[in-house]
């Protein structure tokens, strides 16, 4: 094992050895509309013969520069949203300078102009996150999870509608700036201007422990315009499948929209072997698990711009999930040497739901000068019924159990944002309150309550020195003061994120990042009563939970040339009281609750790799290598790979993605897995509102896992088997239909984040 790390070690460390290329010569200039105004979306491209030298955006003055030219014959080119593209080919022999007017396209529609580069091969850098662009072709696609495939760091399932980072991670997902909780499925991709991936919030986000986000930036629409499109895919047999529909009416000044979905599986088999061991005893399972789930979703969104200085937004949504399971099998118990057959069954029916409104409210004072204002408002619940039941030649084991649990919040969110002396400042704060009821109706237990207000406050500084590097500088503090049944809580914590970004030029990178978040334990961890349905198991929370603190530095260099992006890695992770599972036993019955450890740590090297080709498609994926070491734990390690494949050809477009990770582990915890998330995806464009999709998940075999957990004289093995994650076929559609007349205008995509109680 160790052979390998060090292995791993060396080719990243040979990987970051910079590509030096020597030479002459620096092209550079300004550009500005015909106002003599800075167009910040301008992208200036150079290239040499067929060979793409170099892309930029202009900077806050207008400015862009190519370092590191050879003589030779070079073709410039620039583009702006609704504004004309200009290019010029000429010999550079010696440092130049090129001054730019770019002017307004008039009475032209967006889709007509002919933007002469392709933005797909720019990556803009910031301090703490990369701007990729969509290809011409990702702007084709009929659904937003085709088009993002391409972007390098992100990991996108169109089949689960999820979208996360290549180490894993689940990204907070924002639409110009703004939360969002319902998915993609609405966005167009031609509306997609760019997508920001940030592996560094600041300390806006920290307060809830985000540790990447995704900021998907749309285009503007400026005439009249209705849109709306379907899509649905299902199994054949028909077990899961997904139909969403979404519907936009606006014009220069207003928009409303409907977007609603509807996502299902029905008979979902696993298997399932259990081997539990404790003093005195010993019980060996054999069950069967049938499932059925149905996750409805509706939210109304609605804008308007009031005045030039002054933007409204709202949302109100409803999310719906409910699930039926029924478990039978059984098994033998032994106890003082005694061995008693029984057979086991188990009835449970769960409900949540969640609804939100939320307004938002931005006025600009001057072009640099901004103030937002958002307000949240939440109430969910969780409702969960069945029995289990346990019978024996000498007795009967029965626990019905009926839970009811409710949450209502609220929050208020300021941010102020200016610029100054070159520099952005950010500064805000987020006053949020929430209530939780946690009622276990048949148990007998006192119902459960937890309440929580918070005050957090924060300051952000981001700028850059000469164009090469860049900085971000950000701190928060949050005083909360809660209450979890009879035990109070009052503290403060400190939150922080730093970055730096130094561009030797548009090829070479490299990112310095640190990150400093507090993780508040979830409800279900505070609940001091018995929520295990077990009868030789008791689950019960621990009040006295604090959060965890987590610091995270991550280093690494960035190669982007031709379409190939390489960004070797290298991330340390230290965890502080973080909140993990411990047990104990007492009268041959275990009981699990949490605690707040000592340290944690985690070492994480690797690989993100990504080539992107306009005349097929690309590929890419990562491979890593992650140490965990827990207090007086040796470390224990895992690799992991991601692949993912992508292509064209004419109206037929292809997807193959596939992941691999043998072990994962916990504290006391061995996870073994089996099978992975694999699939091909292929795409027939009928035409340009039609498409065809045939899908194949679990080419890699059925999922599964065998898990081991060995606590003190407590030891517990279960394998099991999910018998229709194995491979199978969906077939699906999506139609698309916009409006005549359609041009494009800022809008703002305004949704909660919040997800309730979950047991």
Not at 2 to 22: G, M, S, T
Not at 199 to 212: E, F, H, I, M, T
Not at 613 to 630: A, L, P, R, S
Not at 725 to 742: A, D, E, H, I, V
Request: aromatic share 14%; charged share 20%.
């Amino acid at each position: 094992m160790k052979a390998r790390f060090d292995k791993l070690i060396i080719l990243i460390a040979v990987c970051c050895c910079p590509l030096v290329v020597f030479s002459q010569y620096t092209l550079s200039g300004t550009v500005k509309n015909d106002k003599s105004l800075v167009m910040p979306e301008t992208v200036v491209t150079l290239q040499q013969g067929d060979s793409l030298v170099g892309m930029t955006l202009v900077d806050s003055k207008g400015r862009y520069k190519f370092t590191d030219l050879h003589k030779g014959k070079y073709t410039l080119s620039l583009s702006c949203p609704e504004y004309q593209p200009v290019e010029e080919t000429f010999d550079l022999t010696g440092d130049k300078r090129i001054v730019y007017v770019i002017y307004p396209v008039k009475n032209i529609q967006l889709e007509e102009v002919s933007i002469v580069a392709d933005k797909s091969l720019l990556i803009s850098h910031k301090a703490n996150s990369d701007i990729f662009y969509l290809s011409a072709e990702a702007r084709k696609k009929q659904n937003p999870y085709e088009a993002l495939r391409e972007i390098p760091k992100l990991v996108v399932n169109e089949s689960d509608r999820s979208i996360k980072m290549m180490d894993g991670a689940t990204p907070l997902i924002l639409i110009n700036g703004h939360k969002v909780n319902s998915g993609i499925n609405s966005i167009d991709p031609k509306e997609v201007e760019a997508v920001e991936v940030i592996n560094n919030p600041s300390a806006r986000y920290l307060k809830d422990g985000v540790q990447c986000v995704v900021n998907i930036k749309m285009k503007q629409k400026t005439a009249a315009y209705q849109t709306y499109n379907m899509n649905t895919r299902h199994m054949i047999p028909v077990l899961f499948g997904y139909t969403g529909g979404y519907y936009e009416l606006g014009n220069s000044k207003a928009s409303l929209s409907l977007n609603a979905s509807h996502f299902y599986f029905h008979h979902d088999d696993s298997e399932w072997n259990t081997i539990q061991q404790n003093t005195g005893y010993e019980k060996t399972a054999v069950s069967k698990k049938r499932s059925n789930i149905s996750n409805p979703y509706v939210a109304l969104n609605g804008d308007w711009i009031c005045s030039p200085k002054d933007y409204l937004a709202m949302s109100a949504i409803y999310y719906h999930y409910s699930s039926k399971s029924e478990e039978e099998g059984g098994g033998v118990l032994t106890q003082n040497k005694e061995r008693e057959a029984y057979k086991s069954f188990v009835d449970n029916k769960s409900t949540s739901y969640v609804g939100s409104f939320n307004l938002y409210h931005k006025h600009t004072f001057h072009k640099s000068k901004t103030l937002e204002t958002t307000l949240h408002l939440n109430m969910n619940g969780n409702d969960m019924k069945g029995i289990r039941k346990e019978e024996y030649p000498s007795l009967e084991y029965r626990n019905q159990y009926d839970f009811d649990n409710f949450r209502w919040s609220g929050g208020l969110e300021l941010d102020y944002s200016f610029d100054w002396l070159g520099q952005n400042f950010d500064f805000g704060s987020y006053t949020r309150f929430l209530k939780d009821r946690i009622k276990q109706i048949s148990a007998g237990y006192p119902t459960f309550y937890h309440r929580e207000w918070s005050e957090y406050a924060y300051v952000s500084m981001n700028g850059n020195i000469k164009s090469r590097f860049f900085y971000m500088l950000s701190l928060g503090t949050d005083l909360i003061f809660k209450k979890a049944g009879e035990v109070k809580h009052d503290y403060s914590k400190l939150t922080a994120a730093v970055s730096g970004t130094y561009k030797f030029n548009g090829i070479h990178s490299v990112r310095l990042n640190y990150n400093l978040s507090n993780l508040s334990p979830e409800v279900m961890y505070l609940n001091p009563y018995n929520t295990s349905t077990d009868s030789l198991e008791v689950t019960r929370g621990n009040p006295f939970l604090m959060p965890a603190r987590n610091h995270i530095f991550r280093f690494c260099y960035m190669y982007n040339q031709h379409g190939f992006y390489v960004e070797p890695f290298v991330k340390y992770r230290l965890s502080v009281d973080r909140i993990v599972p411990i047990g104990y036993t007492e009268d041959n019955i275990y009981t699990q609750t949490y605690k707040n450890t000592d340290t944690f740590r985690q070492l994480d090297a690797g690989i993100n790799m990504n080539y992107n080709n306009q005349k097929w498609g690309g590929v890419g994926g990562n491979i890593g290598y992650d140490t965990h070491f827990y207090t007086h734990q040796h470390g224990k390690g895992s690799l992991y790979v991601n692949l993912n494949t992508y292509g064209h050809y004419k109206r037929l477009s292809w997807n193959l993605y596939g992941n691999y990770r043998p072990f994962s582990y916990g504290v006391n915890n061995k996870r073994k897995h089996y099978g992975s998330e694999s699939e091909l995806t292929i795409t027939w464009r009928v035409n340009k509102h039609l498409g065809i999709t045939g899908n194949m998940r679990y080419l890699l075999g059925t999922l599964g896992y065998d898990s081991t957990t060995h606590e003190g004289t407590y030891y517990n093995f279960s394998s099991g088997r999910m018998k229709d994650r194995s491979f199978c076929f969906s077939l699906g559609f999506n139609y698309y239909m916009q409006g005549k007349n359609f041009k494009y205008r800022n809008k703002k995509s305004l949704q909660s984040t919040e997800q309730g109680i979950k047991l």
